[in-house]
DNA sequence: CAACAAACTTTACTTGCGTAAAATATTTGG
DNA sequence: CCAAATATTTTACGCAAGTAAAGTTTGTTG
């Protein structure tokens, strides 16, 4: 903390009157010493400002530290949030997260993938692009690293973590169906297999309750989610083409889009009886108890899903091979009822 | 690409038939050897795969490729949004961004620092808690690696670069009070240099034309700012406390919070003649768009401050010290008229 | 083709730490 | 209090590069 500045191991040992081996296993876990000689090093460390060097370890460990952490795109709520969570957990284990950001975009994503190889990282948690995902590349580099799949289920990692579409959307397709007028379903061309199972899933559940699937299909591929739901809704709400005045969206960010649509067109929104339009999203994003009306959703269990990535990837690390072949871990959503259908 | 795995450049340079110091220095920078050589170099790397050991790189270097980003909450879209503008900037000018988020607590902004220290990076783009950074810890970090300080102005690092809010409140504040009943302010207690700038520029102005200031100050500290707009703009205007029926709030998080808490209560928002109130916010985050009504607000040069801070640490990394002592450059904002005000 | 510079190879040292083996010291407990 | 068990020190080497100096090859130019 305090005083003077030391370099290197080498010179604390000097200072400290500890060998470098000593320090070397100390830094490693702290508990592998002495009662004695931990105290020594502690008085050590408090009179001399010292930070063992993070490459240097990492260059002699065969098993470094770091935990990479791959997203699609860092600035989406959704995986903000993800992130966040598991960035704590890691960090709370001792580990030193690297967060990476495909920015939407494939060769980013390989770009990524190939850096944090190089970085011989104990593990990773790779949330894929999906669909522009280059499939060969995320397989090469899950078989060097230890890699939990999770949000996408590509078929390459040792598991998979994920929120079960099936539930989710069978979920708030009964209840919108149960309260009014059967929902269609607002999706861009699916880009991975999330947005996909939300769809059939839409369709068959609409099938078993004896309505006609209705799915409105954008093709359109930014990442600008609500840029679109805002301006589809906005032409499907002028053109008079909805199918249906129930809307459910295949995720918030189109819904948050989606209910500006309305809004701007001069709609009423809501599950009441004054009003025109119901509207729905997936996910629960953290805006979406903050939209005008605040919009009904389905949850997916961040936490849950975070937490049981890492917990995972621990396991992994530890060389507990799973179980299964390779396990997919789904987690369910609850429908949260908001004013928005 | 293809073939088999070379591991080491000593490796690389018997399957090559070239030295390893001229393969160091080809790595360093490709244009640094004969043609002839570079073929022959790209030649072996189409047949084997190989990459540099970022670790070992990094220790032997005295400056490293790395760039440290420290945010003090990576899922606040305003700073999602920079981190991303930045990370491009720095990947396309072959540096390497690492980016840390603070998790808007102060122990780990310093855990941060301590981290990217030890990793030497070639420099630092620092967006500081504010009133909960610790100011030694940034102050000897910024000592020690090059580092530019952007959004909030803590008084450390080699430069500044951010916004100037006494003109865009300036701008917003004339705005509101030439279109209609003068602005109420709605802020919470001050965490940094930007909320006190805004504040008081807010009184400023309000005083230059001749209307009395109305400050409505929260004493929350959450970084879940929408929140705080809706609990305490409900119970504001439940309670009828509201000084004015326009409200300028610090920033638009604030400001969705506050449009969520004027639709829950039955309030039109908006500056037509039908609606009973107007909410305006402050940096023009990108939901901004998204909201309902549209929120009317100033817009942040976000581009503009990642752009001159990157410029600025690059120029700073290759030795040029800045002009000025420590400049400060400030970015205005442009009024976004939306619906909501 | 000689002269010279630029590029390259060879050699050898540096970086900061992990790690293994052998020697020594300390603790434990019977 | 002594032997066994455990912890620490010493010594020495390894990792994958950067880098510097000296010698060699290649390329260019007049």
Redesign the interface.
Known sequence: MGGRRVNTMEELAAVSGISRPTLSKYFNDPDSVRVSTRTKIQQALQRYDY??????I??NRKLTKTIGIVVPY??D?FF??M??MI??RC?DAGF?P??F?A?GERD?EN?AL??L????PAGALLAPLGRSSDFDSVQSFADEVPTIIFDSNLKAGKAFVGHDNSQSIALVVNYLCRTGEPPCFFEMVPVNPNANKRRNTYIATMKELGHQPMVISVDRSEWDF??I??EEGSRLIAQNALPSQTVLCSNDRLA??F??AA??NGVKVGYGDDCAMRIAGHDDH??A??????LTTVSQDYSAIAERSVDMLFDLIEGEEPEADRPEVLFGGKLVMR?SA
């Not at 190889?117 to 011989?120: A, K």
Request: aromatic residues 8%.
């Open positions: 930070r063992p060097n993070i490459f240097a990492n260059q860092s600035a709520p903000a949030e992130v966040r960035e704590r960090i030193w690297l967060v950001s920015h980013l770009n190939a850096t190889q190089s970085l011989r609500e840029r739901g805002l948050v889009g209910l500006a809004y701007q953290p805006q108890q903050f939209t005008c009306p605040p004013a």
